[in-house]
């Protein structure tokens, strides 16, 4: 089993679609969980970072942690085409860990 | 300008030849990583540095070597390429004080003929 799994879509949801992302892990250690995006042709970029379990939003973003069930969910809200990218979550168990990325969720959202 | 550049944005190469990838930041973080990107496999790990005397293998470090030449530099190189090794690779850096939040270059496609 993979530490970290994550569907690869792709995605494709109508503009103004809510979109959920997801992650399941099996490594209970993991306490820092982050989402990010990666345009094409681009580095990733760091969009939601979360500590533990619960929730965090910024925007149209919402982040959540499930450490009972050991899944994690990134949901977008009101799409936009400039969401279209790559997301990849990521996860440690602290700061001697290195980070374990999902191999990334491609959406595409259609204008 | 970018907080990590890295140079070259695109190489192509034959196999047997030697490639040096490079990696600059401006961050001032004292950890540096080295991965590769391919489809279907998500990024994974070759090489990390946790400060200039600190080099360690990651998952796939096998005909990689890595140099850290200075806490801002950070270069992985191909001794003899293959094919294989044609992939996205991309250079991250973060600190030690955070909470290991990566921030990552734009990326070298390297294609190995």
């Known amino acids: 089993q993979k530490e970290v799994e994550q569907d690869p879509g792709p995605l494709s949801v109508p503009e103004g679609a809510i979109v959920s992302l997801n992650c399941t892990y099996s490594?209970?250690?993991?306490?820092?969980f982050m989402w990010y995006r990666q345009y094409s042709r681009k580095g990733p970029e760091l969009l939601m970072y979360?500590?533990?379990?619960g929730n965090k939003e910024d925007g149209r973003f919402t982040a959540q942690v499930d450490k009972s069930s050991k899944y994690i969910s990134l949901f977008i809200r009101d799409s936009q085409p400039s969401d279209s990218a790559t997301y990849l979550c990521?996860?440690?168990?602290?700061?001697?860990?290195?980070?374990?990325f999902g191999k990334g969720t491609k959406l595409s959202v259609k204008p | 300008d970018a907080d990590v550049t890295q140079t070259p944005r695109n190489r192509i190469t034959k196999t047997g030849k030697r490639i040096m990838l490079e990696c600059s930041q401006t961050?001032?973080?004292?950890?540096m990583y080295w991965y590769r990107q391919d489809p279907g496999l998500g990024l994974r790990l070759i090489y990390y540095?946790?400060?200039?005397?600190?080099?360690n293998k990651g998952e796939i470090s096998d005909g990689y070597s890595v140099s850290r030449q200075a806490q801002a530099k950070f270069s992985l190189s191909l001794e003899s390429a293959i094919p294989n090794q044609t992939a996205l690779y991309f250079c991250a850096t973060t600190t030690s004080g955070s909470t290991d939040t990566q921030y990552f270059g734009p990326g070298t496609r390297l294609t190995v003929l």
């Open positions: 979360t500590y533990s379990s």
């Open positions: 540095s946790f400060d200039v005397k600190d080099i």
């Open positions: 490594n209970s250690a993991f306490q820092y």
């Open positions: 961050k001032g973080h004292d950890r």
């Open positions: 990521a996860m440690t168990g602290g700061s001697q860990g290195n980070l374990i």
